[in-house]
């Protein structure tokens, strides 16, 4: 599509929206100021770069597919997290994984990494101008191959993995000093038991006594925020999960610390967009993992779906958008990898501005008890021409538009992607 073809769908669109009380020019100019933390583990299927031939192990997690081209070094890993980039409109941020580190060949166990070991992935995105977020890896390593880390009840294991959760901590506040941007630390373990446990109590018991240690230290939240995640279940601990959702929602309230909602860490049919309004206002702040579950925490590449798209409406409409860090979380080894980030992301491109395009009529109408014309308004906001304000929002932030991003990552497949063996 040709830029001025853009230009006149969008002048369309404006006028197409201006008659139901929506400003495209507005939304547009607050999209762009929404940033999403883009993992980097969709790129190499959660190896990391720990120690060569890394099996992915522990808490449920598994990448599922062989399609060629995994990046297989933080160089290739980059170039294709920059290609994903030059294809996605606005300015996001980069999720790291604490066994992604940069140990130049020499392996450094994880209650001994230090910044040391990420100042290139710093100088790295303060070259882009992008922000960081960390994360603890407690998962893929023999002191979790039991299923239990910081809840374990050996104190040993446990103060292992409590030294690995501080230094964490520290690496990440010196991402936020450096990058300018604080860093969320997100806190997820993959305890648990395969059967019915005897006793439930204790490993919680534990696991509390093993956040508070490695929280002890106040770090500055202008450069570090700490945020725990909670999951169902995983494969081999069916039965119970220590960080269970309303284990973790009692400790962020009482600690006051963020809590990561993960929309595949619920019952099939359970949602995280209801949880949002819900739990906002005792904790300092949200932290969102978006999926999408497939009958269950599959993590398929998210895609712009009716559980997506209330989200988004509820990150917006809440009008608490500092207080809600929005991130996603899938891995799909069956098709193209920087595909996937792609269209992820996008996604929740879509679903965002979906949301800022909402009539505020919509909430004026409800204050005033007119829930007939309020339906009637939803219904009519739905068929608005919303893809002609994305083209142009691409077009403005000198990204492909909506059709043509796909011959781009075409390309990059045929000339870098194929040639990794």
């Known amino acids: 599509m040709a830029d001025n073809s853009v230009e006149q769908a969008y002048a369309l669109a404006k006028e197409s929206y201006q008659k139901i009380g929506v400003d495209t020019d507005k939304a547009i100019d607050r999209l762009k100021d929404i940033p999403v933390s883009i993992h980097c583990w969709q790129g190499d299927d959660v190896a990391g770069f720990e120690k060569p031939d890394t099996v992915l192990e522990g808490g449920g997690i598994q990448a599922t597919g062989n399609y060629p081209g995994k990046a297989r070094s933080i160089d290739e890993l980059r170039a294709d997290f920059q290609k994903a980039l030059s294809l996605i409109p606005g300015n996001h941020r980069l999720n790291l994984h604490a066994s992604y580190l940069d140990n130049r060949g020499n392996f ?26 960390f994360n603890p ?3 893929s390593h023999p002191k979790a191959a039991d299923g239990f880390t910081l809840s374990h009840s050996d104190k040993g294991i446990r103060k292992f993995w409590i030294e690995h959760g501080i230094t964490c901590r520290k690496i990440a506040a010196e991402m936020g000093r450096q990058l300018n941007s604080p860093s969320v630390v997100n806190f997820w373990i993959p305890d648990g038991y395969k059967d019915i446990p005897a006793n439930r109590y204790s ?3 534990r696991l509390t006594e093993s956040l508070d240690a490695i929280f002890a230290e106040q770090i500055d939240p202008t450069l570090e925020l700490d945020a725990v995640e909670s999951k169902l279940f995983g494969i081999g601990a069916e039965s119970y999960t220590v960080g269970s959702h309303e284990f973790y929602t009692g400790y962020a309230v009482s600690r006051q610390k963020l809590l990561c909602l993960d929309a595949g860490h619920f019952h099939p049919t359970e949602q995280i967009s209801d949880k949002i309004s819900a739990l906002l206002p005792y904790v300092p702040a949200l932290l969102l993992h978006v999926s999408r579950p497939v009958r269950w925490d599959s993590d398929h590449v998210v895609i712009l779906n009716d559980e997506l798209q209330s989200i988004a409406n509820e990150i917006i409409r809440s009008n608490q958008l500092d207080r809600i860090h929005i991130g996603l979380d899938f891995f799909d080894a069956s098709i193209n990898r920087v595909a996937a980030w792609v269209i992820g992301t996008r996604s929740m491109i879509k679903a965002l501005l979906i949301a800022l395009l909402t009539p505020p009529k919509i909430a004026k109408l409800e204050a005033d008890g007119d829930y007939t014309s309020r339906l009637a308004l939803q219904e009519i906001y739905k068929s608005q021409p919303f893809g002609a304000v994305l083209d142009y929002y691409c077009l403005q932030q000198n990204v492909p538009v909506e059709t043509q991003w796909l011959q781009q990552i075409k390309h990059y497949e045929e000339n870098v992607l194929s040639k990794r063996v």
């Not at 450094?108 to 977020?133: C, K, N, P, Y």
């Open 108 to 133: 450094v166990d994880r209650d001994e990494i230090a910044i040391e070991h990420f100042q290139s992935w710093i100088d790295w995105a303060t070259d882009l101008g992008i922000g960081m977020d």
């Open 203 to 205: 490993p919680r018991e």
């Open 137 to 139: 890896t407690y998962f």
